[in-house]
């Protein structure tokens, strides 16, 4: 592995330590946010309502309905095969969530359930907008007193106590049909005198309509809160007795990717993110592809002169001059056939020529070298010593 690679994963190993070493002490920050599920403990989930509602409706039947809609429950429990169609079940529909979690075809469907003598109870912000249009409500919020609501009932021998919630809703009913709508309860300020309708009951043919737009009084945090719970007692007390069908979507946010825990926890979160930018890092920074240093090679040596002249220095130190000139005519030739690919047989004016043509040296050089090495070989010496500088010395004028 590379250097640098083994260094940048050490420095990504180091920062993530240094996050998890900070992290594994601090308290786990609270989630305010609002999911309305039975499933989280969190300030705003039902997971209290979930487990009190029995208490809540004692000595009634309390179905969930949470794996299909509600027109896929209602629709299954509507009896055909009898001579007057209706419901296999009787009772009451609940529904509590941060804003309408219901589609159009299962709030037609939960009309045609109240049609048959039973009720329906939403608590939530916002409604359908079917809805609103067919009981003849209309809605309004009040941003600027949201952070002071206090919520009452209007039947005071019900419960005369007033409640000031969190994250409670500004939404309430700005237009009901007088004739036919009761109202059961009103949200206001401290500040402010004036009431606003927040809970309802609208007949619809032979059931009611319960809506509620203070959702939050069912959540954790209120349930827990002093004697807040009483206040969700009470609006529930309205309902008719009967069973309960509860419809509890469950959060349809949650993740399925793998990093779905990494990405709950703070610390694992945040080193993912460093692990992501530091590969980011990398990668540009090595984008272009690195070039292996290219070792040099030295050329090899030519062992064959280098021999030669050792051989040479012997002979010389032995004052064998013949047998010097004898191996530098030898090796001479040689480096003409190796080279130039000359035929030396016969050292002639043709030789001469070709040899002159192929090195470009001096002829004049050429034609004395050819004649020495000729003069020596016809067995005609003068003084060898002599003889061997010369010969060298030209040798040395046509190789070099």
């Given amino acids: 592995m590379d250097k640098s690679i083994k260094i940048y994963i050490a420095v990504l190993v180091f920062i993530l330590g240094v996050i998890l070493l900070i992290d594994r002490d601090q308290p786990k920050p609270i989630d305010w946010q609002p999911t309305y599920s039975v499933n989280d403990k969190i300030p705003y989930g039902l997971y209290v309502f979930d487990k009190e509602i029995d208490g809540f409706f004692k000595n009634h039947k309390v179905e969930r309905i949470s794996t299909v809609t509600p027109y896929e429950f209602l629709n299954s429990k509507y009896d055909e095969d009898t001579l007057v169609e209706n419901y ?146 009470s609006v529930l007390s309205y309902l008719p007795k009967g069973d309960i069908f509860w419809y509890t979507k469950q959060k349809d946010d949650l993740s399925q990717s793998s990093l779905r825990y990494i990405m709950s926890q703070s610390g694992l979160k945040w080193a993912w993110y460093f692990f992501l930018i530091g590969m980011l890092i990398f990668m540009i920074f090595n984008a272009k592809r690195k070039q292996r240093i290219v070792p040099i090679i030295k050329p090899l040596q030519n062992s064959t002169v280098d021999f030669t002249k050792t051989i040479g220095n012997l002979y010389y130190q032995e004052g064998d001059h013949k047998n010097i000139i004898d191996k530098k005519i030898i090796y001479f030739l040689e480096k003409i056939r190796t080279d130039y690919l000359i035929d030396t047989t016969k050292l002639d004016d043709a030789f001469i020529q070709k040899l002159q043509h192929k090195t470009g040296k001096n002829q004049t050089d050429i034609q004395a070298l050819i004649f020495l090495i000729n003069e020596h070989r016809n067995s005609y010496h003068g003084s060898l010593e002599e003889d061997l500088i010369r010969i060298n010395n030209a040798i040395e004028k046509i190789l070099h």
């Fill in 88 to 233: 296999k079940i009787k009772g009451n529909f609940i529904n509590i969530s941060e804003n309408n979690t219901i589609d159009e075809q299962s709030i037609k469907e939960i009309f045609y359930f109240v049609s048959h003598g039973n009720n329906a109870f939403l608590s939530m912000k916002t409604f359908p907008q079917y809805l609103l249009d067919t009981l003849k409500v209309e809605i309004s919020s009040d941003f600027l007193n949201a952070n002071n609501t206090v919520v009452e009932l209007a039947n005071k021998k019900t419960n005369p106590k007033k409640y000031t919630f969190s994250q409670q809703s500004e939404y309430y009913f700005s237009k009901i049909d007088t004739l036919n709508t009761t109202v059961l309860g009103y949200q206001g300020t401290k500040s402010n005198p004036k009431k606003h309708i927040d809970y309802v009951k609208v007949p619809y043919r032979q059931g009611f309509f319960y809506l509620h737009t203070q959702p939050v009084a069912f959540t954790n945090y209120n349930l827990l809160k002093a004697n807040h719970y009483q206040y969700a007692e």
